[in-house]
C-alpha cells in the first residue's frame, strides 16, 4: 500500500473494501496469503498426458512438446533405437519417472525457465532422429507409466554397465540430500554382453588437469600431484573417496571434474602416479546406480517384462498410471 498524501483523498468506497480485506486477513491468520509462484508446467488434468517446456541446448531456446513424445527422443538417445522392446520400453518407464520427479519437486530445470533440457550433463540425453518404429512401440506400451515409492516419484536413475555389481546412490553419486531405500544393490549381469570398452577401460591424465581438478572441487590448490590412491571403498569396490597428496575428496567428484566420458567409472582397480600422468583402470561405465542398460538389454534376452527389469534394480516400489 502506497503511504502519501494521496490518502486523505481516499472515498469511504475504497476504505470500506480496505476494511474486507483486513477481515479477511484476520480470518486467515493476521495476514493475507503469500503469493504463491506460477507453477513450473501445466497442472495434468486427470487421464490427460501434460505438455512440458523442452530447453534445446544446441539452439538455445524452448519449445512446447508431449511428455510421451520427449520420452521417445530420450528414449532413442539413451540406448540403441534396435534393442528389444522390453529393455527400450524399461528405460521409457525411468526416462518419464525422471522427468516428472525433476519437474514436481526440483522445478525442472530452472536455470533455463524449463521443465527439461536436451543437455545431458543437465537432465537426460535426448535425439528425437533416431526414433523409429521399435522405440515407439515400447514407449507407446508403457504410456503414462512411472514408478513410485511411499507416493512418490522416485529418482529414477541408470546408467550404461555397473561392471558388475550396481551400489547405492551414496557410493556411486555421492547423494547424500535425502534417503533412497527403493535403490538396489545388486550383481548386474550386465558386463557379460557389454561391448569391451564399456567391460574394462585404462585412461592416463596429466598431473596438471588433475591439479586443476582438484583446485575445482576443494578451492585450494593441492601442488604438484606426487601422491595418488583410493582411500576409501563401498561394498562392490568403488571409489568413495580418493587421496591426491595430503587431499582426501569424492571419488565421483573427480570423476566428474576429470570428464565423466574419460574417467568412465569409479569402480577402481589402478589409481596411481606414472611419471607425469594418473593412471587409472576401471570397469563398467557411468555411477552404477539404478538400472544398469546393459543388464536390462541381458535381461530383455532372457525375456522379462519391463517392470520385471526394473525391479531387479529397484526395490518397494510400485508401478502406476500418471496419466492414461
Given at each position: 500500500?502506497?503511504?502519501?498524501?494521496?490518502?486523505?483523498?481516499?472515498?469511504?468506497g475504497?476504505?470500506?473494501?480496505l476494511?474486507?480485506?483486513?477481515?479477511?486477513?484476520?480470518?486467515?491468520?493476521?495476514?493475507?496469503?503469500?503469493r504463491?509462484?506460477?507453477?513450473?508446467?501445466?497442472?495434468?488434468?486427470?487421464?490427460g498426458?501434460?505438455?512440458?517446456?523442452?530447453y534445446?541446448?544446441?539452439?538455445?531456446?524452448?519449445?512446447?512438446?508431449k511428455?510421451?513424445?520427449?520420452?521417445?527422443?530420450?528414449?532413442?538417445?539413451?540406448?540403441?533405437p534396435?534393442w528389444?522392446?522390453q529393455?527400450?520400453?524399461?528405460q521409457?518407464?525411468?526416462?518419464?519417472t525422471?522427468?516428472?520427479?525433476?519437474?514436481?519437486?526440483?522445478?525442472?530445470?530452472?536455470?533455463?525457465?524449463?521443465?527439461?533440457?536436451?543437455d545431458p550433463q543437465?537432465f537426460?540425453?535426448y535425439?528425437?532422429?533416431?526414433?523409429?518404429?521399435?522405440v515407439?512401440?515400447?514407449?507407446?506400451s508403457?504410456?503414462g507409466?512411472?514408478?513410485?515409492?511411499?507416493?512418490?516419484?522416485?529418482?529414477?536413475?541408470?546408467?550404461s554397465n555397473?561392471?558388475?555389481?550396481?551400489?547405492?546412490?551414496?557410493?556411486?553419486?555421492?547423494?547424500?540430500?535425502e534417503?533412497?531405500?527403493?535403490?538396489?544393490?545388486?550383481?548386474?549381469?550386465?558386463?557379460?554382453?557389454?561391448?569391451?570398452?564399456?567391460?574394462?577401460?585404462?585412461?592416463?591424465?596429466?598431473?596438471?588437469?588433475?591439479?586443476?581438478?582438484?583446485?575445482?572441487?576443494?578451492?585450494?590448490?593441492?601442488?604438484?600431484?606426487?601422491?595418488?590412491?583410493?582411500?576409501?571403498?563401498?561394498?562392490?569396490?568403488?571409489?568413495?573417496t580418493?587421496?591426491?597428496?595430503?587431499?582426501?575428496?569424492?571419488?565421483?567428484?573427480?570423476?566428474?571434474?576429470?570428464?565423466?566420458?574419460?574417467?568412465?567409472?569409479?569402480?577402481?582397480?589402478?589409481?596411481?602416479?606414472?611419471?607425469?600422468?594418473?593412471?587409472?583402470?576401471?570397469?563398467?561405465r557411468?555411477?552404477?546406480?539404478?538400472?544398469?542398460?546393459?543388464?536390462?538389454?541381458y535381461?530383455?534376452?532372457q525375456?522379462?517384462?519391463?517392470?520385471?527389469?526394473?525391479?531387479?534394480?529397484?526395490q518397494?516400489?510400485?508401478?502406476?498410471?500418471?496419466?492414461?
Amino acid at each position: 500500500m502506497e503511504s502519501s498524501s494521496r490518502s486523505r483523498l481516499i472515498t469511504l468506497g475504497v476504505i470500506a473494501a480496505l476494511a474486507v480485506i483486513a477481515l479477511v486477513g484476520s480470518l486467515q491468520g493476521g495476514r493475507p496469503p503469500a503469493r504463491q509462484p506460477a507453477p513450473q508446467t501445466p497442472a495434468v488434468q486427470p487421464g490427460g498426458e501434460p505438455q512440458i517446456t523442452l530447453y534445446v541446448n544446441q539452439a538455445g531456446e524452448k519449445k512446447k512438446i508431449k511428455l510421451e513424445d520427449y520420452v521417445a527422443g530420450v528414449v532413442a538417445a539413451e540406448l540403441d533405437p534396435q534393442w528389444p522392446e522390453q529393455a527400450l520400453a524399461a528405460q521409457a518407464i525411468l526416462a518419464r519417472t525422471f522427468t516428472l520427479q525433476k519437474i514436481n519437486y526440483e522445478h525442472g530445470v530452472p536455470q533455463h525457465g524449463a521443465d527439461a533440457s536436451t543437455d545431458p550433463q543437465e537432465f537426460q540425453a535426448y535425439d528425437p532422429s533416431k526414433i523409429n518404429d521399435n522405440v515407439r512401440k515400447a514407449v507407446a506400451s508403457t504410456r503414462g507409466q512411472v514408478i513410485e515409492y511411499n507416493g512418490k516419484y522416485v529418482r529414477a536413475w541408470f546408467h550404461s554397465n555397473a561392471g558388475g555389481k550396481t551400489d547405492t546412490a551414496q557410493a556411486g553419486l555421492d547423494f547424500n540430500q535425502e534417503p533412497t531405500p527403493y535403490i538396489r544393490v545388486v550383481s548386474d549381469p550386465g558386463q557379460q554382453v557389454a561391448p569391451p570398452g564399456e567391460k574394462n577401460w585404462q585412461i592416463t591424465v596429466p598431473l596438471t588437469r588433475v591439479r586443476e581438478a582438484v583446485r575445482s572441487i576443494v578451492g585450494k590448490d593441492p601442488g604438484v600431484i606426487a601422491n595418488a590412491s583410493v582411500a576409501k571403498k563401498s561394498a562392490s569396490g568403488r571409489a568413495v573417496t580418493v587421496k591426491l597428496n595430503n587431499i582426501t575428496l569424492s571419488g565421483p567428484a573427480l570423476r566428474l571434474a576429470l570428464g565423466a566420458e574419460l574417467m568412465k567409472s569409479t569402480l577402481l582397480d589402478q589409481f596411481q602416479i606414472r611419471g607425469q600422468q594418473l593412471y587409472i583402470t576401471g570397469r563398467g561405465r557411468g555411477h552404477g546406480v539404478g538400472m544398469s542398460q546393459w543388464g536390462a538389454y541381458y535381461y530383455a534376452r532372457q525375456g522379462k517384462a519391463p517392470q520385471e527389469i526394473i525391479r531387479q534394480y529397484y526395490q518397494g516400489v510400485t508401478f502406476t498410471k500418471a496419466y492414461s
